[in-house]
Every structure is written in structure tokens, then in C-alpha cells.
């Protein structure tokens, strides 16, 4: 099963309201594969989609209930966090939990754009 196809199965079994609000389709490849420890790509995808629904962009969840989109956001930022404490990778789950609080944080205050360097950045330090 794809890491794609996983997330989507995972977030349908913890929560009726989750699978409703999949998109049709399997959905595209992971964006880290190859990039991030393949011990590491659920979590790290999971918590890339949950980024992604928060700024309005899901590749998995359509977005016509703003409110039920961040909540999946927020579910699939702890899902993720899950999967990377399930690796023993303490230095992982440090990474990645600034990660989601900074790009929060920089979208708060309106910079969205510093983002995307900061995933860079920490998906690259992970595993070395």
C-alpha cells in the first residue's frame, strides 16, 4: 500500500467525519519519498498533509468546511508525531515539532512563504 493510500486508510478508520471528507482519488506521490529515512515517510507525509490543509492546499481532504479541515490538519500533525516517536528518532520528533510550530507561528503573523524553506531545511537534517 502507498504512503498516500495509508494516510487516506488511517484517517477514515479514526474518524467518520475524516472520511468524508477525502477527496476521490488515491491522491499524488509523497513529496519526501527518497528525501526523509523511509522509516520515516509516513510520519513525516502525515504531518506535511496536515501543513497543507491548514494553508488551504490538501492533496488528500477536500476543504469546503474550513473548520473541519483544520481539525483534520490538527489530527494529522499528532498521527504523524506518533508515527515518528514510533521510530525511537527522538532527534526526529524535536525536528519536525519546531517545524510544525514555526510555519504555525510564521503563518500567523502573515509570512506563509518561509514555509516551504523550513520543511527543506528539516526534512534534510532528518536521518543524519
Request: proline fraction near 4%; charge should be negative.
Amino acid at each position: 500500500m502507498s504512503v498516500m493510500a495509508e494516510i487516506r486508510r488511517r484517517a477514515a478508520a479514526d474518524s467518520p467525519l475524516w472520511a468524508q471528507a477525502l477527496a476521490p482519488g488515491e491522491g499524488p506521490e509523497p513529496d519526501f519519498a527518497g528525501r526523509c529515512p523511509a522509516t520515516h515517510l509516513l510520519g513525516v507525509e502525515m504531518i506535511r498533509e496536515g501543513y497543507l490543509l491548514h494553508r488551504g492546499r490538501s492533496r488528500l481532504f477536500r476543504q469546503d468546511d474550513q473548520d473541519l479541515a483544520l481539525l483534520t490538519g490538527d489530527y494529522l500533525y499528532a498521527a504523524g508525531l506518533v508515527e515518528i516517536c514510533n521510530t525511537g528518532d527522538l532527534d526526529a520528533v524535536v525536528a519536525l515539532a519546531e517545524l510544525i510550530s514555526s510555519s504555525s507561528r510564521d503563518l500567523g503573523e502573515g509570512d506563509a512563504r518561509s514555509g516551504e524553506r523550513l520543511w527543506q531545511e528539516t526534512v534534510g537534517r532528518l536521518g543524519r
